[in-house]
């Protein structure tokens, strides 16, 4: 992927390891169907319906037993309501199955089945399911790689006015790095951004950095960075950090909160700054080993400054 290309994915845990491009994750069955909250005074009444036949119980009674809400959570149980929903053609039934294949619920994992499953679920209109062709088209999981194909998917989403499909499609078209469609990618992320979509908050953020398919502007890319660390973008939590560190003020202790997850999950130069400002003393109620080991981490994942300052400190102590 070219430098220009810098669309990321949102990240919860270590996997945020770096401000480099991510794939849009795969939306599964709890994202795309009904509330899995079956309460157990309705349980009853629910299995029923669709121990009768009703699809959509069936899915709701899938969607609890995965979770275990209101009922025993079953994994396997779950996969077979799902696939008494799909015999029906029901969309979601459909769509269950293609989370299931994909993850490995309640059935062995396997890529072909979940396209197979995927493509019925958004021939029949599922948006969470039209949404994810065009991500399984684009990377060739469980069929082949065609772009050609995705795009006509996650335009089909977006024209339906599907959030995720708003956020691949500029993926997708940012890929492409001509100047329009870098344009229309800015035009789908601000679309995705302004509906909460944390993924496309951080994109915003980035392309008005750069004045990438849209002209600079450094003060709304900020506002974009704040939006996106509250909603736990690791990466946005690290530059959100930086501004609120950057002032003379109150919002100093607010930007050590957000510095400090973001080094928690994983950002190499977040864990590079907190560990040096804990060896300065920057930092209080942090252990100094805490300090070195933030920076060890940094270093590894190849942050040279970090490493150069573990050399210094080894030096003044043999």
Not at 8 to 37: E, T, V
Not at 216 to 240: F, G, I, M, T
Not at 291 to 317: D, F, H, K, P, W
């Amino acid at each position: 992927m070219g430098s220009r290309k810098i669309s990321i994915r949102i990240a919860q845990g270590k996997g945020a390891k770096s401000k480099k491009s991510r794939r849009h994750a795969f939306r599964g069955a709890m994202a795309g169907l009904p509330s899995a909250s079956v309460l157990p005074a309705a349980a009853a009444q629910t299995r029923r319906a669709a121990e009768g036949g009703d699809a959509r119980a069936q899915c709701l009674m899938a969607a609890a037993c995965a979770a275990g809400a209101g009922v025993r959570r079953d994994l396997a149980e779950a996969f077979r309501w799902y696939g008494l929903a799909a015999e029906q053609d029901n969309a979601d039934g459909w769509f269950g199955l293609f989370s299931c294949y994909r993850e490995g619920i309640g059935t062995p994992k396997d890529d072909v089945r979940a396209f197979e499953c995927c493509r019925r679920a958004a021939e029949l209109g599922c948006l969470s399911a039209i949404a994810n062709m065009g991500l399984l088209l684009r990377q060739g999981l469980g069929c082949e790689a065609d772009e050609a194909a995705a795009m006509e998917w996650l335009r089909q989403g977006a024209d339906q006015g599907n959030v995720d499909s708003w956020h691949s499609l500029a993926c997708l078209l940012q890929a492409q790095g001509t100047t329009d469609a870098e344009r229309e990618a800015f035009e789908w992320f601000h679309k995705a951004a302004e509906q909460g979509l944390a993924e496309s908050q951080a994109n915003v953020a980035i392309l008005l950095e750069t004045g990438t398919g849209c002209e600079a502007d450094p003060a709304k890319a900020a506002l974009w960075w704040k939006r996106a660390a509250e909603q736990n973008v690791p990466l946005a939590q690290y530059r959100h950090a930086l501004y609120l560190l950057s002032e003379d003020s109150p919002n100093r202790k607010k930007g050590l909160e957000f510095l400090r997850k973001a080094a928690d999950a994983g950002v190499p130069d977040a864990e590079y700054l907190f560990g040096n400002m804990i060896i300065s003393g920057e930092v209080s109620g942090v252990s100094r080993e805490r300090g070195i080991a933030y920076l060890r981490t940094a270093a590894n994942a190849g942050v040279s400054r970090a490493a150069v300052l573990l050399q210094a400190m080894e030096s003044e102590n043999p």
